[in-house]
């Protein structure tokens, strides 16, 4: 059971959420992780704004950043009992992140997939796309996402929450 699990990381608390997550399924199951982060198009865009004032080469940067983020992962993956290996992969002219991700996980033969989502709804979603939606839908295995802190209590918050004008018993 989830013995080779792969887990996109890409900085954010979202995806070390899912990082956290994944850990934890891997010390239960005895598995190992393949921690994977690809560098794309809208990566290269955000470095640019990034280091506008820079001069040099900002792929170089990007490439350098994104080794230091998966050897991070790596380690804390590593100072909780659980083997990882890394992988980067430069998207710009392999096809869009869920695309790569699903790749990836073809030719590791991952047996499941766990990401973090930042779970946008409605217009967000709309203008931002969803890498998570498209990776569960193109997936060939299982995908845990694991949704932002933040936005699931928020969604806890809310399902919960009493029509105006009634007060719950204390």
Do not use: C
């Not at 997939?113 to 779970?119: P, R």
Request: no cysteine.
């Amino acid at each position: 059971m989830y013995q080779h699990i792969l887990v996109p990381v890409d900085g954010s608390s979202t995806s070390g959420e899912g990082l956290a997550e994944a850990i934890r399924l891997a010390r239960l199951t005895g598995g190992r992780l393949r921690l994977v982060h690809i560098l794309d198009e809208l990566s290269f865009a955000l470095g640019m704004d990034a280091y506008a004032g820079y001069t040099g080469n900002w792929l170089e940067v990007l490439r350098a950043n994104a080794v230091t983020l998966l050897e991070k992962a790596r380690a804390q993956a590593q100072a909780e009992g659980v083997e990882a290996d890394v992988v980067l992969r430069d998207g710009f002219k392999a096809g869009a992140v869920h695309d790569q991700v699903v790749t990836e996980a073809i030719a590791s033969k991952a047996d499941l997939i766990v990401l973090g989502t930042h779970g946008r709804r409605g217009l967000s979603r709309l203008a931002m796309g969803s890498s998570a939606e498209h990776i569960l839908r193109l997936a060939p295995v299982p995908v845990l996402l694991i949704r932002a802190p933040e936005v699931a209590a928020k969604a806890e918050s809310e399902r919960f929450s009493l029509p105006d004008g009634l007060v719950a018993n204390q």
